[in-house]
């Protein structure tokens, strides 16, 4: 039902908290979607399909999960902040919800002031990738008071990992090892790339991934000359080389394994000494 664990999520708002305390912030908001997931999920152990969203952490009170009504019930069953707030800017566009309740940054300032949340100064996680009118509807809202950037102090809470997380990473890594059987073996001539991608992704899913950080990487002949070739209808042909990688995520936590493999089964010697060359250099 859920991918948060309750213990981790307390602790990660108390150190938020600090975060707010130490920089004299009267709360933060975390905004996050689909693309730049991992600062919601930090806290919520979810995201939305579609829409976008934010956490608001008041340094006094409980967190808001602000975001569009059409995630809001999901949001109320799999997310960690169950109290939640739902907002035009964060809405796919043109789509109606008559029996949702949608307020603007404006009334949510409003209530929090009445419920004995001033806020005057405001931490903000994630200002390369929040949108232009999201950042606009925010400040207008909020008029009057300060926005200050805590990006970096609130990433830097990531990059520590409890025992939790290691375990979660570990089990994706094993996910990593699963597919990669499976995707060899689905490398042929003759088959599409997407068929490989396939092979890999099913065994993950089939063993608990709940979803991938990149998408699955399959790229034969001159297309294994890119960085991150995703997999297409080219069909594979004898003497390619074929570039793979997938990172499958378990409760959020991604795995990830790569390789360039001969479609032929077998590398020529000319194949060989380039790996080589490049595993040397």
């Not at 996680?125 to 009118?133: F, L, N």
């Not at 090892?177 to 991608?197: C, F, H, N, S, T």
């Not at 991604?254 to 001969?262: E, M, R, S, W």
């Amino acid at each position: 039902m859920y991918y948060y664990n309750e213990k981790e999520t307390e602790n990660r708002i108390k150190k938020v908290k600090e975060i707010l305390q130490k920089f004299n912030l009267d709360a933060a908001l975390i905004y996050f979607d689909e693309l730049n997931v991992a600062n919601g999920w930090y806290i919520t152990g979810w995201c939305g399909q579609f829409e976008k969203g934010a956490v608001l952490i008041p340094l006094k009170g409980e967190p808001l999960l602000l975001g569009g009504p059409e995630s809001e019930p999901f949001a109320k069953m799999s997310s960690a902040v169950k109290n939640t707030r739902c907002f035009p800017v964060f809405m796919v566009p043109d789509e109606e919800y008559p029996n949702a309740e949608i307020i603007n940054f404006d009334q949510l300032y409003n209530e929090l002031s009445a419920g004995g949340t001033v806020i005057k100064r405001l931490g903000l996680v994630g200002t390369t990738t929040i949108p232009h009118k999201v950042y606009v509807d925010l400040a207008e809202g909020f008029k009057g008071i300060e926005i200050v950037d805590i990006t970096e102090e609130y990433e830097n809470l990531r990059a520590i990992k409890s025992d939790w997380e290691r375990e979660n990473i570990q089990i994706a890594t094993r996910l990593t090892d699963l597919a990669y059987d499976e995707m060899r073996k689905a490398i042929a001539p003759d088959r599409y790339e997407y068929e490989v991608a396939a092979a890999g992704e099913a065994i993950c899913r089939m063993k608990g991934a709940n979803s991938f950080a990149y998408s699955t990487i399959v790229g034969s002949g001159e297309r294994s000359n890119a960085v991150v070739p995703t997999a297409t209808n080219k069909i594979m042909k004898a003497g390619e080389l074929v570039m793979i990688g997938i990172a499958p995520r378990y409760n959020g936590y991604a795995g990830t394994v790569g390789d360039t493999l001969p479609v032929s089964g077998e590398y020529t010697q000319e194949q060989k000494d380039c790996l080589n060359h490049l595993r040397s250099v």
